[in-house]
């Protein structure tokens, strides 16, 4: 069956997009319903499995990027703040990754406004360099397309190849036993599902809005070195996402909720056993996974996820969502309840708009 879903054009159209070095570019998060959690290659940020998601219509990243010729390094800013420190230096690491693709030595001036709180476990880093990626890519020249801004987005943050879709997609891993350039292998591509039948929501419970004590990137590290489940949990979720990929073809709501939520457990409990333990679960994480299961006892179709950070994602019908946002609002308390459907992809915008 034909997608119903939003697709990414990467490429701007004569005439749109960028004037020459300046560009502008949005992007939104996305939401793994198979999770990415842990890395074969930390420089190019290879994955151990391939992951899916859905990319939202809300919390978009807008960046722009202006190659400035008289600059002697690069001057970055988040909602009109500096940026510094290890956030600073991921951004102009990602820049020099774009200078040497593009020959170019011309430092950036970089401006981003985000939506969606950062490094709280909601996905900022997907927007923001899938957004990144877009507007420094089409600043520079490189002129890619939909695979190669995958790949790209991919170097600054594992997810961002995912966002740089819309609707729902996988992230290929890449096969390290088959020889060849590594950094081919592994970009995100669309995945055709059924949108108007599945009727697929998510309702965002902002429990805690702060920056997470444990990074994801320190989270997966030790993880992936120290706990005794991860191994198990990375084979099970191959079997998920076979599973997840049929019940997406067939509609299936309540099958892709059930592997969604066994798969962000999973993927948790791979953190609890880590050696020490990273808990990213509040006190209120648990209740709203409470006021979920009794969603589902009532007769409502509502699967949580959890990316890694204690704010939780319900899958719901769109025509329920409503309902399920005021059961969570309930369960939050204190906290933000926002509802979200398939959103676009990463796109330039137009410079006369």
């Known amino acids: 069956m034909a997608a119903e879903q939003p697709t990414a054009t990467t490429r701007p159209r004569p005439g749109t997009g960028s004037a020459a070095g300046d560009a ?37 990243t807008t960046t722009r990027v202006r190659l400035d010729p008289g600059a002697g390094e690069d ?14 230096r991921r951004v102009t690491a990602f820049l020099d990754l ?41 600043a520079y020249g490189l002129g890619l397309d939909a695979t190669g801004l995958s790949r790209l987005a991919r170097r600054g ?30 970009y995100a591509e669309p995945v055709p599902v059924p949108v108007a039948a599945l009727d697929p929501a998510l309702v965002v419970a902002v ?30 979720s191959q079997a998920d996402l076979t599973e997840m990929q049929e019940a997406l073809r067939r509609a299936d709501l309540d099958a ?25 679960l509040s006190a209120a994480t648990v209740t709203v996974l409470d006021a979920v299961l009794e969603l589902r006892r ?22 329920e969502a409503d309902r399920v946002a005021g059961v969570v609002r309930e369960a939050v308390r204190g906290g933000s309840v926002h509802i979200a459907g398939p959103g676009p992809g990463a796109r330039l915008l137009d410079a006369a708009a």
């Open 24 to 60: 502008t570019a949005v992007a939104h998060p996305n939401i793994a319903l198979v999770k990415y959690w842990g890395k074969r290659d930390e420089q190019l940020v290879l994955p151990w499995t391939d992951s899916l998601s859905m990319t939202l219509d809300v919390f978009p």
């Open 75 to 88: 001057t970055v800013t988040l909602d009109g703040t500096p940026l510094e420190g290890e956030p600073r």
């Open 98 to 138: 774009v200078r040497e693709r593009a020959g170019s030595p011309l430092r950036a001036v970089v401006d981003t406004r985000n939506t969606v709180p950062t490094g709280a476990g909601l996905a900022s880093s997907a927007s923001g360099f899938a957004a990144l990626a877009t507007a420094a890519g089409a």
């Open 157 to 186: 943050s594992g997810s961002a190849s995912r966002s740089v879709f819309g609707g729902f997609a996988i992230w290929h891993a890449g096969q390290p036993d088959r020889g060849g350039d590594p950094d081919l292998g592994s």
């Open 207 to 236: 429990v805690d809005a702060g920056p997470k004590a444990v990074s994801s990137r320190e989270a997966m590290r030790r993880t992936v070195a120290t706990s005794p489940l991860y191994r198990p949990w990375a084979a099970s």
């Open 256 to 280: 892709v909720g059930e592997v969604a939520e066994r798969n962000a457990l999973g993927m948790h409990a791979t953190m609890l056993a880590a050696r020490p333990a990273v808990r990213y």
């Open 298 to 319: 009532a007769g409502v179709s509502a699967w949580a996820t959890m990316d890694a950070g204690p704010n939780v994602k319900v899958l719901c019908r769109r025509s």
